[in-house]
């Protein structure tokens, strides 16, 4: 059993690597950053057992994995695109539960979610008379970033006061909401 496990030791450790890649593309901000860390011991690894190759595919890994959870990087919004697609049905399915649950004119409504894989939590709401704009925050570190679904151009025109936002499609969006393009006047105490 171990001279088998050895044999196929390299074939188990392409599908590990897969599969961490997979779990990375589904996984919110400490997960991927757990995920490249995995990738970086698996570098320091391969030096121990003098594999050069793998510890420079493993060290290429980790520096695109770490890359890509930067929001002020492009790279990091294509592969939140790529994770939209998919569980665009998910998402779609998500917004269908909501809009009934929303009430009218409300600016910041926070709703609980029971959705796994769909946000890092609580979804956030907003609805203008019939507009209405529903946020997925997927990370969170100084970032809120996420998903965005606009039910038509006046929703859209909510995600203007956000740092970036990026059209996925008719109704969707990935965004960053901090820092905000406008600032905000000045609290008046008293």
């Known amino acids: ?28 901000t400490y997960g991927r950053f757990f995920i490249s860390i995995f990738f970086f011991v698996l570098s320091i690894t391969g030096v121990f057992m003098k594999k050069a190759g793998m510890v ?30 998919v569980l665009e049905r998910q998402y779609e399915q998500a917004v269908k539960e909501t809009i009934p649950a929303l009430t009218d004119d409300t600016e910041a409504e926070c709703i609980d979610t ?19 704009t529903i946020l997925f925050p997927t990370e969170n570190t100084g970032n809120l970033t996420g998903y965005a679904y606009c039910s038509d151009a006046s929703a859209f025109e909510m995600l203007d006061e956000y740092d970036y936002y990026d059209k996925i499609n008719e109704h969707w969006a990935v965004f960053k909401m901090y820092p905000l393009k ?8 008293g």
Request: aromatic share 12%; proline share 4%.
């Open 182 to 189: 406008t600032t905000l006047p000045p609290r008046v105490s």
């Open 56 to 85: 420079f595919l493993d060290l290429s890994i980790a520096f695109l994995l770490g890359t890509a959870m930067n929001p002020a990087l492009e790279f990091y919004y294509q592969t939140e695109k790529l994770r939209f697609l």
């Open 1 to 28: 059993m171990k001279q088998t496990l050895l044999r196929h030791r390299s074939l188990i450790m392409a599908v590990v690597r897969i599969i961490c890649l997979i779990l990375y593309l589904f996984s919110f």
């Open 114 to 132: 029971d959705f796994l894989f769909l946000c890092e939590s609580d979804i956030l709401c907003r609805k203008r008379k019939e507009s209405v």
